[in-house]
């Protein structure tokens, strides 16, 4: 039974930094229709500029994340103003097009800057684990699933409790209203982009506290963050949390019962049971499109 129950805990400690990461892209494509293949990459920055401050002038990890936060915020600013925002409104195609050439991009730059090595931080409390009654849970993994709520909690206070947030909801509802109301809709679409690039870094930072980093781990990230939104409901901030939770217990509870690989294939067959039977998310609030 305990190691059942470490696998239980193991999978929520993971679920939350799976909705972490999700939430920036269940945000963007909420309010821009704009489907992020590119999010992993986010998670990859926001990983390295955690590891290189650690590695030149050795902060620490968990603090790295203001630099992470204040960083990947400009970059997606940046990115939306310049270049995604020419096929904002576009058919869906155009944005899977230029986020994907957006990830293959980033991806490659990473790999000629910083080759394909794996690198791993490693601090005084790395390993420490908190122990009772034959469980185990791991500290470093315990805070950053602390911290990914944290990140989520802040992130519906913004869209739900401050100005901008009223104006990013507007703008998700009805764009020409929106626009109508004196709402200028692209800085809204420049600022969103940069919120979700932001906390997907930040994301990216915590993960480097406890995994490898290395300049190909994008993509699985993205891929993740994809299934989480489709379960919790595309473009509903909830519905990431939720999603990423079940996830991480699915995940962790099926390499415990089977295999790594069995884990992967009961994910995508959950993935596919959603779409065929409840595309809304498992919360019946996604967008559906």
């Not at 679409?189 to 506290?209: D, E, M, N, Q, R």
Request: charged share 5%.
């Amino acid at each position: 039974m305990l190691p059942f129950i470490q696998a239980l805990i193991n999978g929520l400690l993971l679920g939350g930094i799976y909705a972490a990461f999700s939430a920036g892209f269940s945000l963007i494509f909420g309010v821009m229709g704009v489907v992020n293949i590119a999010n992993g990459e986010m998670v990859m920055l926001g990983a390295f500029i955690t590891f290189w401050l650690f590695e030149l002038v050795k902060i620490d990890p968990f603090l790295s994340l203001p630099f992470s936060l204040i960083g990947l915020f400009c970059f997606g600013y940046l990115l939306q103003r310049f270049i995604i925002n020419r096929v904002v409104g576009a058919p869906p195609i155009m944005s899977y097009i230029m986020t994907f050439g957006i990830h293959l991009t980033l991806a490659n730059l990473a790999l000629l800057a910083w080759s394909a090595d794996p690198r791993v931080i490693t601090t005084s409390y790395s390993g420490a684990n908190l122990s009772s009654l034959g469980l185990t849970i791991p500290l470093v993994q315990l805070a950053t699933f602390g911290l990914a709520f944290i990140i989520i909690a802040g992130l519906y206070i913004l869209l739900y409790r401050t100005q901008i947030g009223r104006a990013i909801q507007a703008t998700a509802q009805d764009r020409e209203m929106a626009r109508l109301m004196g709402i200028s809709v692209h800085k809204v679409y420049a600022v969103t982009f940069g919120i979700g690039a932001a906390i997907t870094g930040i994301s990216g930072s915590l993960i480097a506290a406890f995994r490898h980093v290395e300049t190909g781990m994008g993509l699985p990230y993205t891929i993740i963050a994809f299934c989480v939104v489709v379960l919790g409901g595309m473009g509903y901030i909830p519905g990431a949390l939720v999603g990423g939770l079940i996830l991480g217990v699915i995940s962790s509870l099926s390499t415990y019962l089977f295999t790594a690989g069995w884990s992967t294939a009961i994910t995508f067959f959950l993935l596919y049971l959603i779409l065929l039977f409840r595309p809304q998310g498992i919360l019946g609030k996604g967008i559906v499109e």
